[in-house]
Protein backbone atom coordinates (compact mmCIF):
# COMPACT_ATOMS: atom_id res chain seq x y z
CA UNK A 1 0.00 0.00 0.00
CA UNK A 2 1.12 3.23 -1.01
CA UNK A 3 0.82 4.84 3.00
CA UNK A 4 -2.10 6.54 4.29
CA UNK A 5 -2.72 10.46 2.44
CA UNK A 6 -3.22 12.97 4.78
CA UNK A 7 -5.10 15.32 2.07
CA UNK A 8 -9.23 14.72 2.14
CA UNK A 9 -9.65 17.33 -0.69
CA UNK A 10 -11.50 15.22 -3.80
CA UNK A 11 -9.64 15.50 -6.97
CA UNK A 12 -12.42 13.70 -9.24
CA UNK A 13 -16.06 13.61 -8.04
CA UNK A 14 -18.16 10.86 -10.50
CA UNK A 15 -21.97 11.00 -9.97
CA UNK A 16 -24.50 8.78 -11.48
CA UNK A 17 -22.28 7.73 -14.51
CA UNK A 18 -23.99 5.86 -16.75
CA UNK A 19 -22.97 4.15 -20.23
CA UNK A 20 -24.84 2.20 -22.66
CA UNK A 21 -23.63 1.05 -25.93
CA UNK A 22 -26.31 -0.17 -27.95
CA UNK A 23 -26.07 -3.03 -30.42
CA UNK A 24 -25.83 -3.27 -34.34
CA UNK A 25 -29.31 -4.44 -35.63
CA UNK A 26 -31.20 -3.45 -32.75
CA UNK A 27 -30.11 -6.60 -30.25
CA UNK A 28 -30.19 -4.87 -26.96
CA UNK A 29 -28.09 -2.68 -25.38
CA UNK A 30 -25.33 -3.45 -23.45
CA UNK A 31 -25.29 -1.26 -20.01
CA UNK A 32 -21.90 -1.00 -19.14
CA UNK A 33 -21.99 1.43 -16.63
CA UNK A 34 -25.06 1.69 -13.90
CA UNK A 35 -24.96 4.81 -11.86
CA UNK A 36 -21.52 4.60 -10.89
CA UNK A 37 -20.33 7.22 -8.30
CA UNK A 38 -16.90 7.54 -6.74
CA UNK A 39 -14.75 10.39 -5.51
CA UNK A 40 -11.21 10.26 -5.42
CA UNK A 41 -9.04 12.43 -3.23
CA UNK A 42 -5.64 14.53 -4.11
CA UNK A 43 -2.99 12.45 -3.51
CA UNK A 44 -4.56 8.92 -2.67
CA UNK A 45 -4.44 5.54 -4.85
CA UNK A 46 -8.19 4.24 -5.34
CA UNK A 47 -7.85 0.73 -6.66
CA UNK A 48 -10.59 -0.16 -8.88
CA UNK A 49 -11.05 -4.72 -9.46
CA UNK A 50 -13.85 -6.57 -10.76
CA UNK A 51 -14.21 -9.26 -13.32
CA UNK A 52 -14.15 -9.02 -17.23
CA UNK A 53 -16.95 -6.85 -18.50
CA UNK A 54 -17.96 -5.43 -15.13
CA UNK A 55 -16.90 -1.39 -16.31
CA UNK A 56 -13.89 -0.99 -15.00
CA UNK A 57 -12.20 0.08 -18.45
CA UNK A 58 -15.38 2.10 -19.74
CA UNK A 59 -15.17 3.82 -16.30
CA UNK A 60 -11.94 5.25 -17.09
CA UNK A 61 -12.12 5.79 -20.57
CA UNK A 62 -15.21 8.04 -19.71
CA UNK A 63 -12.94 10.00 -17.00
CA UNK A 64 -10.11 10.75 -19.65
CA UNK A 65 -12.90 11.69 -22.41
CA UNK A 66 -12.17 8.79 -24.98
CA UNK A 67 -15.65 8.08 -24.24
CA UNK A 68 -19.25 9.73 -23.67
CA UNK A 69 -21.48 8.71 -20.84
CA UNK A 70 -25.10 8.21 -21.48
CA UNK A 71 -25.83 10.26 -18.17
CA UNK A 72 -24.13 11.57 -15.01
CA UNK A 73 -21.43 13.71 -14.39
CA UNK A 74 -17.56 14.38 -13.81
CA UNK A 75 -16.07 16.84 -12.31
CA UNK A 76 -12.26 17.73 -12.23
CA UNK A 77 -10.84 19.90 -9.38
CA UNK A 78 -14.03 22.13 -9.61
CA UNK A 79 -14.96 21.66 -13.01
CA UNK A 80 -16.90 19.78 -15.06
CA UNK A 81 -15.17 17.47 -17.38
CA UNK A 82 -17.67 16.49 -19.37
CA UNK A 83 -19.10 19.90 -20.45
CA UNK A 84 -15.42 20.96 -21.41
CA UNK A 85 -14.84 22.26 -25.26
CA UNK A 86 -12.05 23.36 -26.71
CA UNK A 87 -9.26 25.47 -25.33
CA UNK A 88 -10.63 24.46 -21.24
CA UNK A 89 -10.78 20.89 -22.75
CA UNK A 90 -6.92 20.79 -23.88
CA UNK A 91 -5.81 22.52 -20.73
CA UNK A 92 -7.73 19.40 -18.65
CA UNK A 93 -6.38 16.83 -20.98
CA UNK A 94 -2.41 18.00 -19.49
CA UNK A 95 -3.96 17.45 -16.57
CA UNK A 96 -5.44 13.95 -17.09
CA UNK A 97 -3.87 11.18 -18.29
CA UNK A 98 -3.76 7.28 -19.41
CA UNK A 99 -1.33 4.27 -18.98
CA UNK A 100 -2.66 1.68 -21.40
CA UNK A 101 -2.84 -2.30 -20.32
CA UNK A 102 -1.20 -3.38 -23.41
CA UNK A 103 2.12 -1.24 -24.06
CA UNK A 104 2.87 -2.49 -27.44
CA UNK A 105 -0.55 -1.67 -29.29
CA UNK A 106 -0.40 1.89 -27.48
CA UNK A 107 2.88 2.95 -28.97
CA UNK A 108 3.62 3.92 -32.69
CA UNK A 109 5.88 1.29 -33.88
CA UNK A 110 6.96 4.16 -36.88
CA UNK A 111 7.91 6.52 -34.21
CA UNK A 112 11.11 6.19 -31.86
CA UNK A 113 10.70 6.51 -28.12
CA UNK A 114 11.76 9.90 -27.95
CA UNK A 115 9.14 10.87 -30.16
CA UNK A 116 6.64 9.38 -28.90
CA UNK A 117 7.45 10.68 -25.22
CA UNK A 118 7.90 14.28 -27.10
CA UNK A 119 4.58 14.00 -29.04
CA UNK A 120 2.61 15.27 -26.13
CA UNK A 121 4.34 18.19 -25.22
CA UNK A 122 4.60 19.08 -29.45
CA UNK A 123 0.38 18.79 -29.16
CA UNK A 124 0.25 21.36 -26.35
CA UNK A 125 3.22 23.25 -28.04
CA UNK A 126 5.72 23.07 -24.65
CA UNK A 127 9.12 23.91 -25.30
CA UNK A 128 11.55 24.36 -28.17
CA UNK A 129 12.99 21.33 -29.31
CA UNK A 130 16.24 21.29 -27.14
CA UNK A 131 13.80 21.68 -23.85
CA UNK A 132 11.60 18.85 -25.05
CA UNK A 133 14.78 16.43 -25.82
CA UNK A 134 15.65 17.27 -22.34
CA UNK A 135 12.56 17.05 -20.75
CA UNK A 136 12.11 13.22 -22.78
CA UNK A 137 15.78 11.89 -21.34
CA UNK A 138 14.99 13.24 -17.53
CA UNK A 139 12.01 11.12 -17.55
CA UNK A 140 13.57 8.05 -19.50
CA UNK A 141 15.75 8.46 -16.67
CA UNK A 142 12.70 8.80 -13.75
CA UNK A 143 11.30 5.54 -15.15
CA UNK A 144 14.47 3.23 -15.49
CA UNK A 145 15.41 3.36 -18.92
CA UNK A 146 18.51 5.64 -20.44
CA UNK A 147 18.89 8.52 -22.51
CA UNK A 148 20.47 6.48 -25.58
CA UNK A 149 17.40 4.55 -25.57
CA UNK A 150 16.11 8.26 -27.63
CA UNK A 151 16.14 6.82 -30.96
CA UNK A 152 15.15 3.19 -30.37
CA UNK A 153 11.82 1.69 -31.72
CA UNK A 154 9.15 0.16 -29.33
CA UNK A 155 9.52 -3.48 -30.71
CA UNK A 156 13.61 -3.07 -29.26
CA UNK A 157 12.20 -3.35 -25.68
CA UNK A 158 11.09 -6.01 -23.48
CA UNK A 159 7.17 -5.74 -22.34
CA UNK A 160 8.30 -4.00 -19.34
CA UNK A 161 10.23 -1.75 -21.01
CA UNK A 162 7.32 -0.57 -23.11
CA UNK A 163 5.38 -0.28 -20.45
CA UNK A 164 7.94 2.11 -18.73
CA UNK A 165 7.89 3.96 -22.10
CA UNK A 166 3.99 4.30 -22.10
CA UNK A 167 4.27 5.85 -18.24
CA UNK A 168 6.93 8.03 -18.80
CA UNK A 169 4.43 9.01 -21.95
CA UNK A 170 1.66 9.79 -19.60
CA UNK A 171 3.82 11.71 -17.30
CA UNK A 172 5.75 14.01 -19.20
CA UNK A 173 3.05 16.28 -19.43
CA UNK A 174 3.52 16.30 -15.12
CA UNK A 175 -0.99 15.77 -14.98
CA UNK A 176 -2.51 15.43 -11.16
CA UNK A 177 -4.34 12.33 -12.22
CA UNK A 178 -3.79 9.43 -14.16
CA UNK A 179 -5.97 6.51 -14.92
CA UNK A 180 -4.04 3.02 -14.50
CA UNK A 181 -5.77 0.61 -16.51
CA UNK A 182 -4.47 -2.53 -15.58
CA UNK A 183 -0.81 -1.23 -16.33
CA UNK A 184 0.59 -4.80 -15.02
CA UNK A 185 -1.63 -7.62 -16.00
CA UNK A 186 0.27 -8.01 -19.03
CA UNK A 187 3.38 -8.95 -17.15
CA UNK A 188 5.56 -11.14 -15.81
CA UNK A 189 5.21 -11.11 -11.61
CA UNK A 190 8.65 -10.24 -11.10
CA UNK A 191 8.17 -7.38 -13.52
CA UNK A 192 4.86 -6.37 -12.02
CA UNK A 193 6.45 -5.23 -8.65
CA UNK A 194 8.75 -3.44 -10.23
CA UNK A 195 6.22 -1.65 -12.29
CA UNK A 196 4.19 -0.83 -9.05
CA UNK A 197 7.45 0.40 -7.11
CA UNK A 198 7.83 2.87 -9.71
CA UNK A 199 4.17 3.69 -9.90
CA UNK A 200 4.88 3.89 -5.67
CA UNK A 201 7.82 6.01 -5.99
CA UNK A 202 6.81 8.22 -9.08
CA UNK A 203 3.27 9.01 -7.31
CA UNK A 204 5.57 10.12 -4.42
CA UNK A 205 8.24 12.40 -6.59
CA UNK A 206 5.33 13.71 -8.64
CA UNK A 207 2.58 14.42 -6.13
CA UNK A 208 -0.20 11.95 -8.79
CA UNK A 209 -3.35 10.97 -7.89
CA UNK A 210 -3.92 7.54 -9.19
CA UNK A 211 -6.98 5.70 -10.46
CA UNK A 212 -5.75 1.97 -10.39
CA UNK A 213 -7.42 -0.75 -12.72
CA UNK A 214 -6.59 -4.07 -11.79
CA UNK A 215 -8.47 -7.58 -11.77
CA UNK A 216 -5.97 -8.72 -8.96
CA UNK A 217 -7.19 -7.73 -5.71
CA UNK A 218 -3.71 -8.73 -3.71
CA UNK A 219 -2.28 -6.64 -6.46
CA UNK A 220 -5.08 -3.56 -5.85
CA UNK A 221 -4.25 -3.63 -2.28
CA UNK A 222 -0.70 -3.54 -2.86
CA UNK A 223 -0.73 -0.28 -3.81
CA UNK A 224 -4.48 1.30 -3.24
CA UNK A 225 -5.18 3.60 -0.11
CA UNK A 226 -8.87 2.90 -1.20
CA UNK A 227 -10.57 -0.30 -3.00
CA UNK A 228 -13.66 -0.03 -5.28
CA UNK A 229 -15.16 -3.50 -6.18
CA UNK A 230 -17.56 -3.55 -9.42
CA UNK A 231 -20.02 -6.18 -10.74
CA UNK A 232 -21.87 -5.41 -13.66
CA UNK A 233 -21.79 -1.88 -14.53
CA UNK A 234 -21.76 -1.12 -10.32
CA UNK A 235 -20.06 -0.39 -7.42
CA UNK A 236 -20.77 -2.79 -4.85
CA UNK A 237 -18.45 -2.03 -2.43
CA UNK A 238 -15.70 0.70 -1.14
CA UNK A 239 -13.35 0.93 1.92
CA UNK A 240 -10.06 1.38 3.01
CA UNK A 241 -7.29 -1.18 1.54
CA UNK A 242 -5.74 -1.96 5.15
CA UNK A 243 -9.34 -3.31 5.83
CA UNK A 244 -9.75 -5.35 2.78
CA UNK A 245 -9.22 -8.63 4.41
CA UNK A 246 -10.49 -8.04 7.62
CA UNK A 247 -13.44 -6.26 6.74
CA UNK A 248 -15.07 -6.84 3.65
CA UNK A 249 -19.12 -7.12 3.80
CA UNK A 250 -20.03 -7.50 0.33
CA UNK A 251 -20.43 -11.70 -0.64
CA UNK A 252 -18.87 -10.67 -4.04
CA UNK A 253 -16.36 -9.26 -2.24
CA UNK A 254 -15.65 -11.87 0.11
CA UNK A 255 -16.12 -14.50 -2.91
CA UNK A 256 -12.96 -12.59 -4.74
CA UNK A 257 -10.99 -12.69 -1.45
CA UNK A 258 -11.61 -16.47 -0.98
CA UNK A 259 -9.41 -16.77 -4.35
CA UNK A 260 -6.75 -15.00 -3.63
CA UNK A 261 -3.98 -17.22 -3.09
CA UNK A 262 -2.33 -17.32 0.33
CA UNK A 263 1.82 -17.59 1.11
CA UNK A 264 0.65 -21.03 3.61
CA UNK A 265 -1.45 -23.13 1.73
CA UNK A 266 -1.78 -24.96 5.10
CA UNK A 267 -3.55 -22.68 6.20
CA UNK A 268 -7.91 -22.69 6.61
CA UNK A 269 -10.06 -20.94 5.09
CA UNK A 270 -13.58 -21.30 2.84
CA UNK A 271 -13.25 -21.33 -0.41
CA UNK A 272 -16.32 -19.53 -1.71
CA UNK A 273 -17.63 -20.96 -5.10
CA UNK A 274 -19.80 -18.47 -7.02
CA UNK A 275 -22.24 -20.32 -9.61
CA UNK A 276 -23.35 -20.17 -12.54
CA UNK A 277 -22.07 -17.41 -14.94
CA UNK A 278 -21.95 -13.60 -14.72
CA UNK A 279 -25.67 -12.32 -16.15
CA UNK A 280 -25.21 -10.69 -19.92
CA UNK A 281 -25.23 -6.84 -19.31
CA UNK A 282 -27.61 -6.49 -22.48
CA UNK A 283 -30.23 -8.63 -20.36
CA UNK A 284 -29.52 -7.83 -16.89
CA UNK A 285 -32.26 -9.78 -14.18
CA UNK A 286 -34.34 -7.74 -11.61
CA UNK A 287 -33.55 -6.79 -8.55
CA UNK A 288 -29.71 -6.93 -7.11
CA UNK A 289 -27.88 -8.19 -10.09
CA UNK A 290 -25.43 -10.59 -8.15
CA UNK A 291 -28.20 -12.60 -6.45
CA UNK A 292 -28.79 -15.03 -8.72
CA UNK A 293 -24.74 -16.30 -8.21
CA UNK A 294 -24.61 -14.89 -4.29
CA UNK A 295 -24.57 -17.59 -1.58
CA UNK A 296 -26.31 -15.59 0.54
CA UNK A 297 -29.45 -14.39 -1.68
CA UNK A 298 -32.93 -14.44 0.05
CA UNK A 299 -35.94 -13.82 -1.54
CA UNK A 300 -35.77 -9.52 -1.22
CA UNK A 301 -32.54 -9.75 -3.28
CA UNK A 302 -34.90 -10.21 -6.11
CA UNK A 303 -37.06 -7.33 -5.74
CA UNK A 304 -34.35 -4.46 -4.85
CA UNK A 305 -31.75 -3.41 -6.64
CA UNK A 306 -29.51 -2.10 -2.87
CA UNK A 307 -28.08 1.71 -3.28
CA UNK A 308 -24.15 2.15 -2.14
CA UNK A 309 -25.03 2.83 1.68
CA UNK A 310 -22.13 4.62 3.43
CA UNK A 311 -21.39 4.41 7.02
CA UNK A 312 -17.88 5.62 8.45
CA UNK A 313 -16.00 5.45 5.10
CA UNK A 314 -17.27 2.20 4.62
CA UNK A 315 -19.87 2.07 1.31
CA UNK A 316 -21.33 -1.24 0.80
CA UNK A 317 -24.56 -2.17 -1.85
CA UNK A 318 -26.60 -5.16 -0.12
CA UNK A 319 -29.76 -5.22 1.32
CA UNK A 320 -28.50 -8.21 4.04
CA UNK A 321 -25.59 -5.79 5.41
CA UNK A 322 -25.55 -4.51 8.09
CA UNK A 323 -22.55 -1.94 8.39
CA UNK A 324 -21.53 -0.13 11.51
CA UNK A 325 -23.63 2.25 13.02
CA UNK A 326 -26.73 1.35 11.00
CA UNK A 327 -30.22 0.59 13.10
Same mark, same amino acid.
Given at each position: ?5 ? @?Q???L ?11 R ?10 GV ?9 F ?5 S ?5 TLG????? *? ?9 F?G?D ?5 G????R ?5 Q???Q ?7 P ?8 EE ?7 GD ?9 E ?14 Y ?9 Q??G???A ?9 C????S @??D??? $? ?7 ? $??Q ?9 I @??S???? $? ?7 V?YL ?27 V ?12 ? *? ?8 D???G???H *???P ?10 P??R??G???V?C?L ?7
Amino acid at each position: MTGQRT @AQENLLEVRGLVKDFPQRGGRGTVHALRGVSLTIRRGETFGLVGESGCGKTTLGRIIVR *LETPTAGSVTFAGTDLLASRGAALRRLRRDVQMIFQDPFASLDPRMTVGALIEEPLIIHGLGDARERRAQVCEYLERVGLRPEHYGRYPHEFSGGQRQRIGIARALILRPALVVCDEPVS @ALDVSV $QSQILNLLD $QLQKDLGLTYLFI @AHSLSVV $QHISDRIGVMYLGRIVEILDSGRLFSRAAHPYTQALLSAVPRPDPETPRERII *LGGEMPSPVDLPGGCAFH *LRCPKARPCCALEDPPLRTRGGHSVACCLVQLEGDE
